[in-house]
């Protein structure tokens, strides 16, 4: 394994926790069969880290998942600071 790939599959590692036991808006994660139902976020976080997006852009997404796609009612101070901790992942 290459050291590129150990970084991109550490970032992924790194954003699924947050994902999970930060973000949550389904409040499923006490629930081990439930451990991917965020998975289909991955790719498009991880994109977005990568890609150095702001924090802002990253909000968006996050809000528009939570708001739009699982059809909850977030609380913006929340997915501002889970926004944070996913901009923290960027590489300097």
Avoid: C
Avoid at 21 to 32: A, F, N, Q, S
Avoid at 38 to 52: E, G, M, R, V, W
């Amino acid at each position: 394994m290459d050291a590129e790939h150990t970084r991109d599959a550490t970032l992924l590692h790194a954003i699924h926790k947050i994902l999970l036991k930060e973000w949550d808006p389904l409040r499923i994660r006490h629930i081990p069969t439930m451990r991917d139902e965020y998975d289909d976020y991955l790719p498009n976080i991880f994109k977005l880290i990568q890609d150095k997006s702001s924090e802002t852009e990253i909000f968006d997404y996050l809000w528009w998942v939570e708001h739009k796609v699982l059809e909850k009612v977030g609380k913006k101070d929340h997915t501002l600071r889970i926004a944070a901790l996913l901009k923290s992942l960027q590489k300097k």
